[in-house]
T-cell receptor, first 113, second 112 residues
């Protein structure tokens, strides 16, 4: 298995632009998580899905952030409009009901200038 | 929310055993204890998970006392490649994923 695949690895955009981050979870995993990591705030859970349904989005910073999971093999995190304070590394993780924890992707480093 | 406290940093030498302790005084009955490792520019990687007593796998051991208010991750014979940040988490397996919080972690530095 190729693991959790995220794209792009790096994204540089101008303030006000729309940004879309993509994630392909591990096949067979029915949980998908979006995390954000910054030096100041560490790793923060933004939202998670179970069987493609959003379960808890209380970590989403504000309405500029939205996430979708149209099917079991794909999810997106969209920021519109982007702001410099959104600069961070965004991780996607997936899991199933085992005691093996979450498998994280390599992350997308977002820089908003 | 189950809060965890771990040392900010630790140093050790190659070949030594390293023990990182995490305190979680308000752990709930159904909470598990999970440890992750993170290298720079990579996502966290699952190391080990346990509920009580001792758990061992090919890379680490996890010691949990009877009161479960703390846990110790033990890395045997560390090498330079074990230099990373280690996170201790507590939480229910999936019923309360939003309550599983990554703390600040312990930055482990291994020297030759």
């Amino acid at each position: 298995d190729a693991g959790v695949i995220q794209s792009p690895r790096h994204e540089v955009t101008e303030m006000g632009q729309e940004v879309t981050l993509r994630c392909k979870p591990i096949s067979g995993h029915d949980y998908l998580f979006w995390y954000r990591q910054t030096m100041m705030r560490g790793l923060e859970l933004l939202i998670y899905f179970n069987n493609n349904v959003p379960i808890d989005d209380s970590g989403m910073p504000e309405d500029r952030f939205s996430a979708k999971m149209p099917n079991a093999s794909f999810s997106t995190l969209k920021i519109q409009p982007s702001e410099p304070r959104d600069s961070a590394v965004y991780f996607c993780a997936s899991s199933n009901r085992t005691e093996d924890g979450y498998t994280f992707g390599s992350g997308t480093r977002l820089t908003v200038v | 929310l189950a809060k965890t406290t771990q040392p900010i940093s630790m140093d050790s030498y190659e070949g030594q055993e390293v023990n990182i302790t995490c305190s979680h005084n308000n752990i709930a009955t159904n909470d598990y204890i999970t440890w992750y490792q993170q290298f720079p520019s990579q996502g966290p990687r699952f190391i080990i998970q346990g509920y009580k007593t001792k758990v061992t796998n090919e890379v680490a051991s996890l010691f949990i006392p009877a009161d479960r208010k703390s846990s110790t991750l033990s890395l045997p014979r560390v090498s330079l490649s074990d230099t990373a940040v280690y996170y201790c988490l507590v939480g229910g397996l999936y019923s309360s994923a939003s309550k599983i919080i990554f703390g600040s972690g312990t930055r482990l530095s291994i020297r030759p």
